[in-house]
C-alpha cells in the first residue's frame, strides 16, 4: 500500500475569502501531494505570488510562492492509502500534466459558477478541486459518492481519509521532527589520594 496527502488550506488571500465568505468553510484550496513531508504539491491556483488571477498547473512549496507570503496560512492535512498501482498512475498523470502545464488555465469561470451550483467544463482549464478529484479518479480511486461541482472541503468526505495534522501550514513540518532527550550524564566521584 502507498499513501497520497491531500492538503487543505485557507491563506487569508482576498480570492480565498471570497470562497470562504460564499462556502461558510474554514478552506478555500487544495492540493495534492506524494510525500509526508510535502516537498511537491500539485494544484491549480496562481502563477504569480502577487497576482491572483493568473493562474495554472502549479507546484507548490510550503517554503516558496504562496505559502512563504501568506505565513499564516491554515491547514489540514489528510492521509489516504492507496494500492502501489493506484498511487502510480496517479503520479503518472499528475507528471504527465506538470510536463505539458503551459497549456493549462486556472478554470476562473467554473469557479465562480459553484456559487451557482453549476459546473463549467472548459478545454484545458480547472480549479483546484476539480485537479485533485480528476487525479484521484485517473488513478481509479472511488471517488463516485463526492460532489459532481466538488469543492476543496468535499475532501473531508473521503472514506479512507484520515487527518493526520490541523494548524498553520509553516509548522507542519516541525511537528514530524523528533526532539531528542539528551542520555542522562553519570558523573563519577573519585577519592582524591592521600
Request: with cysteine; proline share 2%.
Amino acid at each position: 500500500m502507498r499513501k497520497i496527502y491531500i492538503v487543505l488550506t485557507y491563506t487569508g488571500t482576498l480570492l480565498s475569502n471570497f470562497i470562504k465568505l460564499y462556502t461558510q468553510k474554514d478552506y478555500s484550496h487544495v492540493s495534492l501531494s506524494f510525500d509526508e513531508e510535502l516537498e511537491e504539491m500539485y494544484s491549480f491556483g496562481r502563477l504569480y505570488t502577487y497576482n491572483a488571477f493568473i493562474g495554472g498547473f502549479i507546484k507548490e512549496s510550503l517554503t516558496s510562492g504562496t505559502y512563504k507570503r501568506f505565513k499564516n496560512t491554515e491547514t489540514s492535512v489528510y492521509e489516504i492509502e492507496i494500492t502501489a498501482k493506484q498511487y502510480i498512475e496517479i503520479q503518472k498523470f499528475v507528471k504527465a500534466m506538470y510536463k505539458r502545464r503551459k497549456e493549462y488555465k486556472f478554470n476562473l469561470i467554473g469557479l465562480f459558477f459553484v456559487m451557482f451550483n453549476k459546473k463549467i467544463k472548459r478545454k484545458n482549464a480547472l480549479y483546484c478541486a476539480e485537479f485533485v478529484k480528476r487525479a484521484l479518479e485517473e488513478g481509479n480511486v472511488d471517488v463516485s459518492y463526492l460532489p459532481e461541482i466538488i469543492k476543496p472541503e468535499d475532501f473531508k468526505k473521503m472514506k479512507n481519509a484520515k487527518l493526520i495534522y490541523k494548524g498553520k501550514l509553516r509548522k507542519y513540518r516541525t511537528r514530524m521532527r523528533k526532539i531528542e532527550i539528551p542520555k542522562p550524564i553519570t558523573i563519577i566521584h573519585r577519592r582524591a589520594a592521600v
